[in-house]
């Protein structure tokens, strides 16, 4: 159980065009997701916490027009990634946490490795 | 501002020794740690919770947790070269649910 997946594991685009990553919760409903990023040698990130049906909130000093993301259903959020830059690229890794027992675990996602040339 | 720390290591062991890996967090009100492994190249994979002062042993992990030292340790018991990877430490904040991590050991199990 508590299975997490994401969409695509991998992406190459060009500088100035959008990417969108998708996050699913596959044996769970996720009440929210959150949105991490890790730079190479770095720890991860939290970059915003998405909840269904609201809006997302974003860490300090992370662009919410630029990195744009919609949490419709209790099973997916996505991550859109706008007008890509060459430093935007990262490894892109989301989590989930279920609304059962221990609502404070999050289950990750294999992650998405972004690369902006 | 509300942190967790651990060592980056590397920690280097034996296989079969026993590797201990520590990590303290500055919010008292923290009420749930987690351990994450992370392989390289992949995202962490959830290891143990631990919610109360003491162990908790599941397999060849046991989490400790001391709420007054505002401690959190793992001990892996009969390490395997396959436990080589980066063990994150984290702690639940408030009712946000937001995990704090610290920013990860290395260990390194040498046949």
């Known amino acids: 159980g508590a299975v997490v997946s994401q969409h695509p594991s991998r992406v190459i685009c060009k500088s100035g065009t959008s990417v969108k990553i998708e996050c699913r919760s596959l044996?769970?409903?996720?009440?929210?997701m959150f949105w991490y990023r890790q730079f190479p040698k770095q720890s991860l990130m939290l970059m915003a916490t998405s909840n269904e049906g609201s809006k997302a909130t974003y860490e300090q000093g992370v662009e919410k027009d630029k990195f744009l993301i919609n949490h419709a259903s209790l099973t997916l959020s996505t991550l859109t990634v706008t007008s890509a830059h060459p430093e935007d690229s990262s490894f892109y890794i989301c989590?989930?946490?279920?609304?059962?027992?221990?609502?404070?675990?999050?289950?990750f996602g294999p992650g998405t490795r972004l690369l902006v040339l | 501002q509300k942190e967790v720390e651990q060592n980056s290591g590397p920690l280097s062991v034996p296989e079969g020794a026993i590797a201990s890996l520590n990590c303290t967090y500055s919010d008292r009100g923290s009420q749930s740690f987690f351990w994450y492994r992370q392989y390289s190249g992949k995202s962490p994979e959830l290891i143990m919770s631990?919610?109360?002062?003491g162990d908790k042993e599941d397999g060849r992990f046991t989490a400790q947790l001391n709420k007054a030292s505002q401690y959190v340790s793992l001990l892996i018991r009969d390490s395997q070269p396959s436990d080589s990877a980066t063990y994150l430490c984290a702690a639940a904040m408030d009712s946000s649910y937001k995990l704090i991590f610290g920013s990860g050991t290395s260990l390194l199990v040498r046949p």
């Open positions: 989590s989930a946490r279920s609304s059962g027992e221990h609502q404070e675990t999050q289950y």
């Open positions: 631990i919610y109360s002062n």
């Open positions: 044996d769970f409903q996720a009440t929210t």
